[in-house]
């Protein structure tokens, strides 16, 4: 049986117990959703926002940063506590005592978040086109942008977590140490503060961690000529966002691939 | 004899921890077909000599062979041999028994037939239900169910009926009797010594990281350690020998004081009464608790 075999066998099942898990569908699923009405609801008052000539409505604005934080969230967030929980629960351990190959365990666990990851960004698409009448741009080469952008920033984000699954000391202290830090990222990168608002020491940090670089990427699909401005050197540095996020993914790669253990190290 | 002769062979099997010994200086064969009951108290060694035997830890020291191959080496092909009934965990059962038996089975080269496996272990009813909704015993079932799925050679049972009824129990005994006589041979940790007695060929009793006993269920501890034992009160406290004519002994006891003894017992060793001779023997145990897990 080989390794893609199995790792297509563990996508199915995955994928199953992730739309069965309350708790990642509200926090993981969800999030972006619950974030995205509520600062629409919030800031919809101050009226369009932007700068001269390319003014949109809030609900547009949030619209690429909550896509930018599902992919983020379905990766980072979902695989970290995830795995800590089956370390520390004895799943890994029982998969350990099978034949599966541990790669085709991370390709069950990428191949999830991709799933999942994917549905999220057209549901997000969906909403914010049927229920806050945003407009979706229409030229193939922004959508390819989005592609690109969507699949490296979904395998970095799901590398960084299983990367980072290795640092809770318990299943149970996962939640308390991945949430914040996701939370963290999401405000110092442009996700629910306006990113030309961060002051610039602010952004030169988050420039460090890979959701800064989606949500840019993001932006530069969904948002109109004329916003590149507010960003820094005022361009949308797509080359940019392509090295940064390729950065990480080796860095997750080789990260997961070191510290990945079916158990707990050896006292 | 050659490695390939035994099912599983243990020499000298060294673990330490920092300077505590978990595991020092176990030495033992399992037979291809053979039950090995591994008995001892928490914390004496058991689960580390397993874990070190199911590829889970490296041993520090000593020989191991587990079918034919280094277990701190073994490969995919090698784990298809095994099947693992871990001590039980805490997983967030959200699949039901099918789905994760039918999961685990398209695992294995070549597994046992999942409807089978489920009436073998009599879940038939709980089938469609998930794991996370079972009683604790039922899920033990599901675990017991997953490790023989994939119609491993080599099966290791740690405490697998932990959290059974008796009548549950029974079954479960039922259930290994079936696999050793398809020839599936077994390394058993209980601390319910009578399943041992009912279902090992050979028993190991470890404590203290090292190996007190070893032998038949029928035979361990020695011949003396199975001689009955009266116990009885007199005027000047209580007395205990061991004797093979116990009947003869009380006779004499009730002739001497000419009334019915104080207190009188007569005891024929179980396996359990061996069992803690041999673990009370050898203590005291150094403080070996911290490393149980």
Redesign the interface.
């Known amino acids: 049986?080989s390794i893609a075999t199995?790792g297509a066998?563990r996508i199915a099942?995955e994928t199953?117990?992730y739309f069965?898990?309350p708790d990642t569908l509200f926090f993981t699923f969800f999030f972006p959703f619950v974030m995205l009405a509520i600062f629409t609801a919030a800031f919809s008052a101050q009226g369009e926002v932007g700068p001269p000539g390319a003014e949109i409505t809030i609900g547009a604005y949030y619209l690429p940063g909550m896509i930018a934080a599902g992919i983020l969230l379905s990766g980072v967030q979902n695989l970290a506590v995830d795995i800590a929980?089956e370390k520390g629960?004895?799943?890994l351990?029982?998969l350990?005592?099978?034949?599966?190959?541990p790669m085709s365990y991370f390709i069950g666990k990428i191949g999830q978040v991709f799933v999942t990851g994917a549905l999220q960004a057209a549901l997000l698409l969906l909403a914010g086109r049927l229920v806050l009448g945003i407009e979706l741009p229409t030229e193939p080469g922004k959508w390819v942008t989005f592609a690109w952008v969507f699949v490296l920033g979904l395998v970095t984000s799901a590398l960084v977590g299983i990367a980072l699954s290795a640092l809770p000391r318990s299943g149970k202290s996962a939640t308390a140490v991945v949430i914040p830090t996701v939370l963290l990222l999401q405000f110092m990168s442009g996700v629910y503060l306006q990113w030309n608002m961060l002051p610039s020491w602010l952004q030169e940090i988050a420039g460090l961690f890979p959701l800064k670089w989606i949500a840019q990427g993001m932006r530069s699909v969904f948002l109109p000529e004329g916003w590149e401005v507010l960003e820094q050197n005022e361009s949308w540095n797509l080359a940019g966002i392509a090295i940064a996020l390729a950065i990480w993914l080796v860095v997750g790669l080789v990260l997961s691939r070191v510290t990945f253990r079916?158990?707990r190290r050896?006292? | 004899m050659t490695t390939n002769d035994v099912a599983v062979r243990v020499r000298d099997l060294q673990k330490t921890y920092g300077r505590k010994a978990a595991v020092d200086g176990v030495s033992f064969d399992i037979h291809h077909g053979e039950t090995f009951a591994l008995l001892g108290p928490n914390g004496a060694g058991k689960s580390t000599t397993i874990e070190i035997l199911e590829g889970y830890r490296i041993r520090t020291g000593g020989d191991a062979h587990v079918l034919g191959v280094d277990p701190a080496k073994g490969g995919l092909d090698w784990k298809a041999r095994l099947g693992i009934v871990l001590q039980s965990t805490g997983e967030t059962g959200l699949l039901t028994v099918a789905e994760q038996l039918r999961h685990f089975a398209s695992l294995y080269p070549n597994p046992r037939d999942v409807d089978e496996v489920i009436a073998a272990v009599g879940l038939e009813a709980q089938a469609k239900t998930r794991i996370g909704k079972l009683s604790g015993g039922q899920q033990r079932r599901v675990d017991v169910a997953l490790g023989i799925i994939g119609r491993p050679e080599l099966l290791f049972l740690d405490e697998p009926t932990t959290g059974f009824d008796p009548e549950a129990r029974q079954q479960f005994w039922g259930l290994i009797r079936r696999l050793k006589a398809e020839g599936v041979t077994i390394l058993l940790t209980t601390h319910y010594i009578e399943e041992a007695a009912q279902l090992a060929d050979r028993a190991g009793v470890i404590a203290g990281g090292g190996l007190v006993a070893l032998g038949g269920v029928d035979e361990i501890g020695g011949a003396d350690a199975r001689v009955p034992l009266v116990r009885w009160t007199d005027g000047t406290g209580s007395h205990e020998q061991r004797t093979e004519e116990p009947g003869l002994l009380v006779a004499s006891l009730v002739g001497s004081l000419g009334r019915e003894p104080d207190g009188l017992e007569v005891i024929r060793p179980s396996l359990e009464d061996v069992y803690l001779q041999l673990v009370r023997a050898a203590e005291p145990v150094p403080a070996r608790e911290e490393v149980a897990a």
């Open positions: 049986m199995l066998a099942t199953k117990t069965r898990s929980l629960n004895g799943t351990k029982r350990g005592s099978t034949p599966l190959s079916w158990i050896d006292a």
